[in-house]
């Protein structure tokens, strides 16, 4: 079993920064894909930055919501099994709870699915 841990959320100044980190522990084998995910009250959950390793049947590479390019960068650190989403120039519009999300392997031949509980960014105007 893997556990997904969130943190770095918090109340922020509109313009400022936080960095969300997240922490796979567990039987980990390799993450090969890790994303970013936020909700408000009465909304979807929606993509916010993904980030994936090559693999077999995958390029790899990183992907983010139109809403937060050229401010929010994703990041992973396979030796710390780790991800991370820095995010700059916040705005009033960013504040959701944020959710991380990964594909583990747990061995070389399985994958799972798994989501961490969610952390809560405000960012006051």
């Known amino acids: 079993q893997v556990q997904l841990v969130e943190s770095g959320g918090g109340l922020v100044e509109a313009g400022g920064s936080l960095r969300l980190s997240c922490s796979a522990s567990?039987?980990?084998?390799?993450?090969?894909?890790m994303g970013w995910y936020r909700q408000v009250p009465g909304k979807e959950r929606e993509l916010v930055a993904s980030i994936g390793i090559p693999t077999v049947g995958s390029a790899g590479g990183t992907k983010y919501a139109d809403s937060v390019k050229g401010r929010f960068t994703i990041s992973l650190d396979g030796a710390k099994n780790t991800g991370y989403l820095q995010m700059n120039l916040l705005k009033a519009e960013d504040t959701a709870v944020y959710y991380c999300?990964?594909?583990?392997?747990?061995?070389?031949?399985?994958?799972?699915?798994?989501w961490g509980q969610g952390t809560q960014v405000t960012v006051s105007s």
């Open positions: 567990g039987n980990i084998f390799s993450v090969d894909k």
């Open positions: 999300n990964a594909d583990v392997r747990e061995t070389r031949w399985n994958q799972y699915n798994y």
